[in-house]
């Protein structure tokens, strides 16, 4: 089971708060049409397989949503949730394994209201956020040490899991206490604690493995920017336990957190020029434009056949590579790997996967960037850029793309 982040943070500095005074503040989400935000959450896992350590899951949350219209109370929203997953060894947890790189999970996208309580209309075939109606709020001015409760629902993506193909929703109550201002990197926020927890026995699924019994604890602290009126920040403890119906025990013990990530627009079109000046001696490089962000296609890197290990010579290139990507540090970056339309699919997704890999993990040991900033995710030949009946265009097709994202 994956434990996504929940998913409205946004952090500003608090320069003034004319809303907050004498101690008293009723805590509301404003909104304004046009409005986009991106979000970098993470979260961390210890597995215990019928109460025995297992190994550590990490997950990076990408989020991205944009308010596409506000009528009365309500606002709109378009999301776009991606998430990327590294494990590793419980015993290498202080020091996580050098190839333990972050591969792309899933891409959710998602589409619903919001009103300035906080409470969510959502059809119920979307998987994400994963937490719906916390936090709201309710109605009134609160006092440092007030408290309040309503209803909640967290929903499960159990498709890889279970075979489980709808959203899995879980109703809980959640009790809230206002704990005054907090510190949260350096700046004071109106905070609250959020505390909830879920007892749920769902209805028998035939002929799979299914969760009989669903139990956890969820507690958290959330910082609020009363300007925006939208939480700065949040961090979150939880622990989730699954009976499953072969009679295994399933338990998550973790912590998450997530801040904005302050990045200002990239000229994307300006600095394409400018990389594309800088890669013209790196033979069949090549870079564009993408909603994504900034593409470095790399047609000529040569690895051995069949093989993620380059051959020599192959790291001067990646070297060059790694100049231009330390002059954007605070973006992070996707590492995909391509292959021609030869062998299985399955061969072809391990092989692509396996050279996003080798690239990556070059250009950390570089000190390009940090391991949560880098995202790997293997393409096989779903993505051709030229025919793959001839042999030149086979050879383009083993490529390895590098993308700047926009974050």
């Known amino acids: 089971m994956k434990n996504a982040l929940r998913i409205f943070t946004i952090l500003f500095l608090l320069t003034s708060n004319p809303f907050h005074q004498a101690g008293a503040l009723e805590f509301i989400y404003r909104y304004n049409e046009g409005d986009r935000y991106r979000?970098?959450?993470?979260?961390?896992?210890?597995?215990?397989?019928?109460?025995?350590?297992?190994?550590?899951?990490?997950?990076?949350?990408?989020?991205?949503?944009?308010?596409?219209?506000?009528?009365g109370e309500k606002a709109s929203f378009?999301?776009?949730?991606?998430?990327?997953?590294?494990?590793?060894?419980?015993?290498?947890?202080?020091?996580?394994?050098?190839?333990?790189?972050?591969?792309w999970s899933r891409d959710y996208i998602s589409v619903f209201e919001q009103d300035r309580l906080g409470y969510i209309d959502i059809s119920a075939n979307y998987f994400m956020p994963m937490v719906r109606n916390v936090p709201v709020f309710p109605g009134r001015a609160l006092e440092p040490g007030d408290t309040w409760s309503s209803e909640g629902t967290v929903v499960h993506d159990f498709r890889d899991s279970f075979g489980i193909e709808e959203p899995y929703q879980i109703p809980f109550t959640a009790n809230?206490?206002?704990?005054?201002?907090?510190?949260?990197?350096?700046?004071?926020?109106?905070?609250?604690?959020?505390?909830?927890?879920?007892?749920?026995?769902?209805?028998?699924?035939?002929?799979?493995i299914y969760p009989r019994r669903i139990q956890g604890s969820h507690e958290q602290i959330v910082y609020w920017d009363p300007l925006l009126g939208q939480p700065a920040?949040?961090?979150?403890?939880?622990?989730?336990?699954?009976?499953?119906?072969?009679?295994?025990?399933?338990?998550?013990?973790?912590?998450?957190?997530?801040?904005?990530?302050?990045?200002?627009?990239?000229?994307?079109?300006?600095?394409?020029?400018?990389?594309?000046?800088d890669i013209e001696s790196i033979p069949g490089a090549s870079v564009r434009v993408s909603d994504e962000g900034i593409i470095i296609s790399l047609?000529?890197?040569?690895?051995?056949?069949?093989?993620?290990?380059?051959l020599p010579g192959e790291s001067q290139k990646l070297d060059l590579i790694a100049e231009i990507l330390m002059r954007y540090p605070e973006r992070d970056i996707l590492v995909g790997g391509h292959t021609a339309l030869a062998g299985t699919a399955e061969g072809r997704?391990?092989?692509?996967?396996?050279?996003?890999?080798?690239?990556?993990a070059y250009l950390m040991q570089r000190g390009v960037r940090r391991?949560?900033?880098?995202?790997?995710?293997?393409?096989?030949?779903?993505?051709?850029?030229?025919?793959?009946?001839?042999?030149?265009g086979m050879q383009r097709n083993r490529r390895v793309e590098i993308t700047i994202l926009e974050n």
């Open 78 to 103: 378009n999301a776009v949730y991606q998430s990327a997953e590294r494990t590793y060894p419980l015993e290498s947890a202080a020091v996580p394994l050098p190839s333990s790189v972050f591969t």
């Open 299 to 310: 047609e000529n890197i040569q690895f051995y056949p069949d093989s993620a290990v380059m």
């Open 349 to 360: 997704q391990r092989l692509s996967l396996e050279r996003a890999e080798t690239v990556a």
């Open 176 to 208: 809230y206490r206002y704990l005054g201002d907090m510190n949260w990197n350096g700046t004071t926020y109106p905070a609250f604690s959020i505390s909830y927890q879920i007892f749920y026995e769902p209805p028998p699924v035939r002929g799979r």
């Open 233 to 277: 920040a949040y961090e979150e403890t939880f622990r989730t336990v699954l009976d499953l119906s072969d009679g295994q025990t399933w338990e998550y013990r973790g912590y998450a957190e997530a801040e904005l990530v302050e990045a200002p627009p990239m000229d994307r079109e300006e600095i394409a020029r400018e990389i594309a000046e």
């Open 39 to 71: 979000i970098l959450s993470t979260v961390q896992s210890e597995i215990y397989i019928n109460r025995s350590q297992a190994y550590i899951s990490e997950f990076v949350n990408r989020i991205s949503y944009e308010i596409t219209g506000v009528s």
């Open 371 to 392: 391991h949560e900033q880098v995202v790997i995710r293997g393409y096989g030949a779903e993505r051709p850029v030229a025919d793959n009946r001839t042999e030149e």
